[in-house]
Each structure stands twice: as C-alpha cells, then as structure tokens.
C-alpha cells in the first residue's frame, strides 16, 4: 500500500502523505497514487472540495525521495521521474474542484511543488519553504521554476534555488503564497474546505478554469472547455444531434 491516502468526509476529499519517518518524501508509488486519487476525486460529484495534507509535524513532505531517484539513469531520472511528477502535479493543479494545503512543516522541493499544484495554502508558524535540490547537484523539476514562478516573485524564487535560503510562514503570507498561519493548518485547511463546499460547484470550477486560463495554465485545453460547455448547453447542439439521428437536414435557429 502506498504511503498516501484519500480519505473522505462529506463533501471533503482529504488527501494525506503518511511516511512521516522520512518526512514524507514523495516516492514513485506515491505519485500513482495521487495520480488515481484525483481520478477518483474528479468523478465523484459528492467530493466538492479537495484538503492536501501529511502526516507528522517535522515535514509536510521534504522533496522527493532522493534514495529512489538517485538509483535512476539520466535517461530514466528525465523520462520518467521528473516527467510523471510533472504529469501528476498538473493533475492535480487542474482538477476542477478547489484545492487547500494545509502545510504542518517544511515544504522542500517537491513539497513545495506539491503545494504549489494546490489553488491556496495555510501554513503551521515556525514551518518553512525551501526549494533546497542544488544541496543533492539537481534542479527542481516539478514545476518549481515554472507554476511556482507564477506565485511567488522570481528573487524569492532565486533566493530559496540559487542561494539556499528557506521562506518563513510569515513571510509566505506576506507574500500572499499562504492564505492563512495557524498553529493547526489542517484544522484551519478543512475550515476553509467547508466554506468552499457550500458555494455553486460548477461556478467555482468555472472561475477556477478562468483564472488558471488568464495565468497561462492549460490555457489551450482550458479555452477548448469552457467553449465546449457553452455550446453544449446550446439548442443548436440539440438539434443538431436529432438531424443526424433522423437522417435530415438540421434547422439552426442561433439559441
Ligand atoms: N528523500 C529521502 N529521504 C529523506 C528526504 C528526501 N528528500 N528528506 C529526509 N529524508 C529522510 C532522511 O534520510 C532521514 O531518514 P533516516 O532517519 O532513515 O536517516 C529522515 O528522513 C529524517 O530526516 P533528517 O535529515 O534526519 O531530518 P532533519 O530534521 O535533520 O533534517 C531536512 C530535515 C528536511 C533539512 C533534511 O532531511 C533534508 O535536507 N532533506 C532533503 C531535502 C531535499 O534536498 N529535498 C529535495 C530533494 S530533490
């Protein structure tokens, strides 16, 4: 079994990273299962609202498992472990209901780029950011010098890649990367998540499609879908289909 979990509750899909012992660093079984976890998030209307969280204080996930990519060739470390991180990561930061992280330690690399991939953060006070990959000769490779960039500054970018210093909770907030500080950010996180839960869904998602577009996320695919749904709703789509099916001529009337 992997070491990240879906729970549910109520309209609440919480997702948790549960090897605290290595502080929560991501594996590749951890990536497919948060792969098909969103999956299953995605096709379940009950689930409104998504909670990101760990298991443990010292680390909401301190990068990804330097033991298991290590042993990768350069072809295998580009292919698959940075590719696939990327896959899942933008999974996730395009699933179409709202995203929280609740961030009960340090993020560090592909812990930061997992709270990134999610729409807000809350961060615990003492808990810290860091994107610490030149420490172990990589770069980061899960988003952090593109989504990332586009939520922090490029010299607070700069600051934790180049110079290996660590972005503090209230620093964060300042910075508007956090939404809240709070001793307990999961408490916090499913407060928020509630909230969420009970605006329109498809409004939300709509909004959310709409600024990740205007952010230059998926815009292509997102353009595309916010089309489609329009038209779909359309009386033209009606009567188009029924003139297939009744082999004739459709009869267009611009509703
Ligand atoms: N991959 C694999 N294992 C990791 C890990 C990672 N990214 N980060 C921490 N661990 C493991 C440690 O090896 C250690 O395992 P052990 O108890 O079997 O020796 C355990 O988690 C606890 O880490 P430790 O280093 O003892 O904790 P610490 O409080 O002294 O230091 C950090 C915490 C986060 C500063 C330190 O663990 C660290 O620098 N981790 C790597 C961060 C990183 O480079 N991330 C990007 C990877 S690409």
Redesign the pocket.
């Known amino acids: 079994m992997s070491a990240l979990h879906l729970n549910r509750s109520g309209p609440i899909a919480e997702i948790r990273l549960d090897n605290p ?3 929560n ?2 594996t590749a079984g951890m990536l497919e299962a948060l792969e098909s976890h969103c999956t299953a998030i995605e096709r379940d209307p009950d689930l409104r609202v998504v909670v990101v969280t760990a298991e443990g204080e ?2 909401f996930c ?8 290590s042993k990768l060739s350069p072809a295998e470390f580009a292919r698959h472990w940075v590719r696939d991180g990327h896959r899942v990561f933008d999974r996730l930061a395009r699933l179409s209901k709202p995203t929280v992280a609740a961030i009960s330690g ?1 993020a ?4 930061l780029e997992l709270a990134a991939a999610c729409d807000i953060r809350v961060m615990v006070p003492g808990a810290t950011l ?4 030149a ?2 000769g ?1 770069v980061p ?1 899960w988003s952090g010098t593109q989504r990332l960039r586009r939520l922090l500054p490029e010299p607070v970018i700069k600051e934790m890649a180049l110079f290996g210093r660590r972005i503090t909770a209230e620093r964060a907030l300042a910075l508007g990367f956090v939404a809240d500080v709070s001793e307990n950010a999961r408490e916090a996180a499913h407060e928020i998540a509630l909230g969420a839960a009970k605006l329109s869904p498809r409004a939300a998602e709509v909004a959310k499609n709409m600024i990740h577009a205007g952010a230059g996320e998926d815009s292509a695919a997102l353009i595309e879908a916010l089309g489609s749904a329009a038209i779909s709703a359309s009386e033209d789509r009606g009567e188009g289909v029924a003139a297939f099916r009744e082999k004739r001529k459709p009869s267009f009337t611009g509703r």
């Open positions: 012992d290595k502080l660093a991501l010292r680390a301190a990068g990804a498992d330097i033991e298991a990519w340090h560090f690399g592909g812990g860091g994107l610490p990959e420490n172990v990589i490779g």
